[in-house]
């Protein structure tokens, strides 16, 4: 079949949110006329042949995400980087399923807002991810940034780093403080779960300088030594890394705030409380619910007035992470935790205030039980990440199939896990969130590293409303977000609304199965009649017949009778 330009245009125009090429076609078309492909279409044309569609190929307005591929490992002849395109080879299972039906898929493209290959410096991926997100969070934009990936690929690196290679939270710090101008030593503002701004008065401040001091002093010897050698040295070395500087020229109170929680177990601790002395466990957090808002009840947000003071508080939560050897990695993190910081600002003249948040969430890793051979807690803690990193996927999956058919109303399971129902504003696409999917190239992680790039690329088929107000009602949203109730009743009338559906569904079953009977019983009934009727024709006919067949008989012996005469 000859290629021409018109059947190029006519295979992008059918479907132009992913771009399937027909290879033949493009290739003859190439032959025929020169057309000259771009490099993202056919980035290699040794496996372009073997090649499945692009993946995550969504034109504008796609949720970004960005891969890291892990540094330091032997170079795997199984991916190949083009631009922001990952060419992959599937594993043996996948491929040879696919190869059933496609005959010699073997590869898989997938394409990222960017690709950072394995040398690639923790400085690149805060420049380009992280330092223009940092100043529309002082413009008043909430940010979600989510590390995704397998266990072990690196994802607590890129987020937390090193003391000689900081990674984003510690470089976001620091170039928050060098743009902001100088802060009070203790903030006059503090934010409110329900986007207000509380005024702080003298008593209240001595009391949140007091909760900040018993932090820091936390810190003893030789180890505050390093952290804030670790931080002096990383500002020294930022120093001529040149920053946006704010400048108001109304009178404006600034609060720089910081919080720090975990999600171990399907349950959400505090990681800057204070250990109690007496041993007693820490308490568990709730899901509260203010103005449209999902917050976690009392979480501690320590005000924190310069960069140093916000990295000593961000590593004493590290410190209390929890972490445990697996065969995956020497110290894997068992829950998925969240740095927030929140910026409270408020003119003086008591107009105006504001308050908007960056979430730094560094997701735990999934992880093959049949592979890490986890026992014990070890398991229970691999269950609780693997399920509620399944809820994300499905979470993500059905935003996905909603946007696609909106008119199917589907409802979306954030309430499935308690990662999901704290960030489904920012999934639903009305706070900018973004992805740094991490994986590790090594030949034994191919399987893991296909199941994190097929959820990338979902998500990045995620796309972003351009008016949220609108498409926020296109979504098929739990009427909790727009009211204020508190989260427990909503569940009481969730579990009420659930019971009576449940009991009008068997009601009408049962009904339906009562009609059903009776139908059957009739149509059973009518069968039974018709087959009498046959069987009485059936039995009229034969006796007829053989009367017939008697007269006939008669009649034959009768003639025969008669000739024999
Ligand atoms: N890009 C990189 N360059 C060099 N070393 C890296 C890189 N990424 C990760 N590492 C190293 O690999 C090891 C595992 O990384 P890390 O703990 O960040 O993995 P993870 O994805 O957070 O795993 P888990 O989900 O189990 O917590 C660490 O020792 C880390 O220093």
Redesign the pocket.
């Known amino acids: 079949m000859e290629g021409t330009k018109e059947d190029v245009s006519y295979i992008r125009a059918r479907d132009p949110s992913i771009r399937y090429f027909n290879r033949d076609l493009i290739k003859n078309a190439r032959k025929n006329i020169g057309l000259l492909m771009s490099d993202t279409m056919c980035a290699d044309d040794s496996v372009e042949l073997e090649c499945d569609k692009e993946y995550g190929f969504v034109e504008d307005n796609c949720t970004p995400v960005y891969l890291r591929i ?3 490992q032997n170079n795997s002849n199984d991916y190949t980087i083009k631009e922001n395109l990952l060419i992959c080879r599937m594993p043996e299972q996948v491929s040879t399923s696919r190869a059933a039906k496609n005959k010699s898929v073997t590869h898989k493209k997938y394409c990222f807002t960017k690709i950072f290959g394995p040398d690639s410096k923790q400085i690149e991926i805060f420049d380009n991810v992280v330092k223009f997100r940092v100043l529309e969070f002082i413009n008043g934009k909430n940010k979600s940034l989510f590390t995704y ?1 397998a ?7 890129t987020i937390i780093g ?1 003391a000689q290679e900081p990674g984003l939270v510690p470089r976001a710090l620091e170039y928050l403080f060098r743009t902001l101008p100088k802060l009070p030593v203790i903030a006059s503002v503090k934010p409110m779960p329900d986007g207000n701004v509380k005024r702080l008065n003298l008593s209240d401040r001595k009391s949140e300088m007091e909760l900040r001091k018993n932090i820091l002093q936390a810190q003893k010897g030789v180890a505050r030594e390093q952290i804030i050698k670790t931080y002096s040295t990383m500002q020294a070395r930022l120093s001529n890394d040149p920053v946006a500087v704010m400048e108001t020229d109304d009178p404006i109170s600034l609060g720089i705030w910081v919080s720090f929680a975990e999600i171990y177990n399907e349950e959400i601790y505090d990681l800057l409380q204070p250990t109690s002395s007496h041993g007693k466990q820490a308490p568990k957090l709730k899901i509260g619910m203010a103005n449209g808002k999902v917050y976690i009840k009392d979480l501690t947000y320590i005000n924190v007035s310069n960069g140093l003071e916000a990295y000593q508080v961000f590593i004493y939560g590290i410190q209390k992470i929890k972490y445990a050897e ?1 065969t ?2 020497n ?3 068992r829950s998925h935790s969240i740095f927030c910081i929140k910026i409270a600002q408020a003119l003086d003249n008591g107009d105006g205030v504001h308050v908007s948040s960056f979430s730094f969430c560094d997701l ?2 999934v992880e093959r039980t049949k592979k890490t051979l986890n026992v014990g807690d070890r398991l229970k803690e691999s269950n609780s990440i693997n399920k509620s990193l399944m809820v994300l996927g499905r979470c993500i999956a059905a935003l996905r199939h909603s946007q696609k058919c909106p008119n199917l109303n589907q409802m979306i399971p954030f309430r499935d896990s308690k990662l999901t129902q704290l960030f489904q504003k920012a999934f639903c696409g009305l706070e900018d969130l973004c992805m740094v999917v ?1 994986i590790n190239i090594s030949k034994d992680m191919l399987e893991e590293s296909h199941n994190v790039l097929n959820f990338s690329v979902m998500t990045r088929e995620v796309t972003i409303p351009t008016n949220s107000e609108t498409k926020c009602s296109d979504l098929k949203q739990r009427p909790e977000l727009e009211n204020t109730e508190s989260l427990d009743e909503q569940i009481d009338k969730l579990e009420q609304l659930l019971k009576d559906t449940k009991r009008m569904y068997e009601n009408s079953k049962e009904q339906r199965i009562q009609n059903c009977e009776s139908e059957e019983r009739d149509i059973i009934t009518g069968y039974e009649d018709l087959f009498e009727a046959n069987k009485n024709i059936y039995d009229c006919k034969s006796e007829a017949l053989e009367k017939d067949y008697a007269m006939k008989y008669s009649m034959n012996k009768v003639d025969t009778y008669y000739n024999e005469k």
């Open positions: 892990k540094g330091g990936g266990s072990g690929a690196g994802k607590t690196f090193t697996t995956k990695n110290h894997s993190s735990a890793g991490n």
